[in-house]
């Protein structure tokens, strides 16, 4: 269990240069473009989980 923390510990630390966070109104703007419904824009541990129905 430790060599997997520290595995994902490594990615974490090496991601963010690919990362591109957007702000909510975006996420809501995409959704509304995307034609999906029942939507839950949540926000877990400093992230947007989306969900949706198309």
């Known amino acids: 269990m430790l060599r997997t923390w520290s595995v994902l ?7 963010p240069r690919y990362e591109s966070p957007q702000p909510r109104r975006r ?19 400093g992230l947007y989980v989306v ?3 198309k």
């Not at 510990?9 to 991601?15: E, I, K, P």
């Not at 996420?27 to 541990?45: F, Q």
């Open 9 to 15: 510990d490594t990615f974490d630390w090496l991601s």
């Open 27 to 45: 996420l809501e703007r995409w959704t509304r473009e995307l034609g999906l419904s029942e939507v839950s824009i949540e926000r877990h541990r």
């Open 51 to 53: 969900r949706g129905v």
